[in-house]
């Protein structure tokens, strides 16, 4: 294959609002740091709407999925402007939303501690504005089922959409991974992403995209 071409077998094309349900699918299998997520979600859904069915509405331009003989078996979903698009969700996404799951603060007994606290803060608060989205204000999820992963796939899609939002004129790329998941923090070191800021939990990596 070449630089820009996946290996035989597989297809990729724009991501469409019909590719929801299999969005939210790819997501919660890997929505463990990597691993699958089923067993440890009450709400099947929840990920996946957090973290990747927006991008199919309000930000397709810069959404790939990757087919292969099974069906959608993974994706990278991009954003140009994070400030605008947390505006959208802040205005016409969460709100819906908050009428579907519950908020973890009315009973902190029941969901304290547990794997979707933090998913369902996020449906209630939205995201908050850090110092990355002024420097780097584009950000992409990427989240291939392990049948999809060790093919060169998931650089693909990164030359892929660094293309993009190159091309729309983005100055830089930054993205948000799990400490727990050492593959995906290593994969981004190999990809041109070097390290913005840490936390306890995670890493927030950031991509110049000038020249891309």
Do not use: K
Request: overall charge negative.
């Amino acid at each position: 294959m070449t630089g820009q071409e996946l290996p035989p077998g597989y297809e990729w094309r724009a991501v469409t609002v019909a590719d929801v349900p299999a969005l939210r699918d790819v997501c919660r299998r890997t929505g463990d740091s990597g691993a699958d997520a089923s067993a440890l979600t009450r709400f099947p859904d929840l990920l996946g709407d957090v973290w990747a069915a927006p991008y199919a509405h309000h930000e397709a331009a810069f959404g790939t999925v990757v087919e292969d003989g099974e069906g959608v078996a993974g994706y990278l979903l991009g954003c140009l402007d994070t400030t605008g698009f947390e505006r959208w969700r802040d205005e016409h996404w969460w709100p819906p939303l908050r009428t579907t799951y519950p908020d973890p603060a009315e009973n902190p007994q029941e969901f304290a501690g547990g794997f979707d606290e933090g998913a369902l803060r996020i449906v209630r608060t939205g995201m908050s504005a850090e110092p990355v989205w002024d420097s780097h204000p584009s950000h992409l999820h990427i989240d291939l089922l392990p049948r999809l992963q060790g093919r060169g796939i998931g650089r693909l899609l990164i030359e892929r959409v660094c293309r993009q939002l190159a091309a729309a004129g983005s100055p830089g790329v930054h993205l948000g991974v799990s400490a727990r998941n050492a593959g995906a923090v290593e994969f981004y070191r190999r990809t041109g992403f070097t390290e913005l800021s840490r936390s306890d939990g995670g890493h927030t990596f950031g991509r110049s995209l000038s020249g891309s």
